[in-house]
């Protein structure tokens, strides 16, 4: 698998050139698809103007503006009620999933319930995260980021990497998210993690790791 788990995007220029990188072709010859369904379970984001942004391209954070050849939407809470032939080959075909923010949880529930979560480790496709977008391939998210309930009630995610994810460090906007706060996380955690601000990414292909960078982070 090839995944480049942002905070804030592809918000500069090294994160782009890592994801430049990680494509067999140039963006321009590139289709994506883009998964909103974590912006739903967030109080923040959606669901409304923020979803249509993200989806249209029309937000700060760049990831589905970037260039690409085409842009489609993939809707995680919609693919259990429609035959997988429908929706599994678009899937398996297309050069990258830009993931979205939003509640990581409520991401996992959904991407476990359509069967997309069985089907990423087989994908050709770089996964291209943003906040719980990342957050959700990690093997928990920590008390913290608990925000939508899973029926088990845990805070578990899908596991495809082995750190945690603590995302947007030091925004202005986010005035818990600081580095001290950061670490606390980390060491209720007990387990290999990252604490990363916007401009900070990992890139992570067949579970060699690399972080990119032009802000800060911290390894714990």
Known sequence: MKLLLTSGGVINKSIHEALVDMLDKPIAECNALCIPTAMYGHPWVGPGVKAWKFITGREENPMVNLGWKSVGVLELTALPSIDKERWVPLVKETDVLLVSGGDALYLYHWMQ??????????????YVGMSAGSMVMTPKIGEEFVGWTPPTGEDKALGFVNFSIF??????????????????????????????????????????????SEGHWKQF
């Open 113 to 126: 319930q359509s069967g997309l979560a069985e089907l990423l480790p087989t994908l050709r496709a770089v």
């Open 167 to 212: 995302p947007h460090v030091d925004h202005e906007m986010l005035p818990d998210n600081t580095m001290a706060a950061a670490e606390q996380w980390a060491a209720a955690l007990q387990g290999p993690a990252y604490a990363i601000n916007d401009d900070t990414a990992i890139k992570v292909i067949d579970g060699e790791v690399e972080v990119i």
